[in-house]
């Protein structure tokens, strides 16, 4: 299965704007592009959902180029209970008649005051 | 609404020995997913139900892994017998077919040791 690549960390400042990108080159022609976030011994949780171009709800904003072949979670204004997780999840299609979830790397957000 | 259970949160086991997981999806879901999930990795998909007909479990280990819905709500999970290479968090999570994204719904784990 190809890998759904993403920067193992980043770091940021509270207030600043954060982008986390996913490169996802096996992206199933038919499946969404989704977003999780997961703290330290919990399971993941979604934070948003998109198909193509750009997506925003009350937390964060997803931008997908036209080729879908990679997307960027954006986080405005990050503060410190931010500091978490986050993982791109796609469908990948290798000939079958369903799609395999692949979740990608994760990167480590870090947010210092 | 209840979030998805699952139990128990924490096992720890001797290589060769058994173990069975247990989880209870949010009421009504259709789809159930098992995840294993390395630490430092992202979660890996072990096997999808939808209700209690399997969708996908290429990634499932069958030589030693086994995964049952009965009646398209509570699931289990096995290893028999376990390797050290299973230390993990295994996530339960369930989603709804009727929702418009297919926003899953994960437990809280349970982190599993092998000795």
């Known amino acids: 299965l190809a890998k759904t690549t993403q920067p193992i960390s980043m770091d940021s400042y509270e207030g600043q704007e954060v982008n986390i990108t996913c490169s996802h080159n096996?992206?199933?022609?038919?499946?969404?592009i989704t977003w999780y976030q997961q703290f330290p011994s919990q399971g993941p949780r979604f934070i948003i959902q998109g198909y193509k171009t750009k997506v925003t709800n009350e937390v964060a904003s997803l931008f997908i180029p036209a080729d879908r072949k990679s997307s960027t979670l954006s986080l405005p204004r990050v503060s410190l209970s931010d500091t978490a997780v986050y993982y791109c999840?796609?469908?990948?299609?290798?000939?079958?008649?369903?799609?395999?979830?692949?979740f990608g790397t994760g990167t480590l957000l870090a947010v210092q005051p | 609404e209840a979030g998805v259970a699952q139990s128990p949160r924490y096992k720890i086991i001797e290589k060769r020995q058994s173990v069975a997981f247990w989880c209870n999806p949010i009421s009504g879901h259709a789809t159930l997913y098992w995840y294993q999930q390395i630490l430092g990795q992202g979660p890996k998909l072990l096997i999808q139900f939808q209700n209690n007909g399997v969708v996908d479990d290429s990634q499932l280990p069958k030589d030693r892994f086994s995964a049952e819905r009965l009646k398209g709500v509570d699931s289990t999970l096995k290893i028999q017998p376990a390797k050290l290479e299973d230390s993990a968090v295994y996530l339960c999570?369930?989603?709804?077919?009727?929702?418009?994204?297919?926003?899953?719904?994960f437990g809280p784990g349970t982190r599993l040791t092998v000795l």
């Open positions: 999570a369930s989603s709804s077919l009727d929702s418009f994204y297919n926003e899953q719904f």
């Open positions: 096996n992206i199933a022609t038919n499946d969404y």
């Open positions: 999840l796609v469908g990948e299609n290798y000939g079958g008649a369903t799609n395999k979830l692949i």
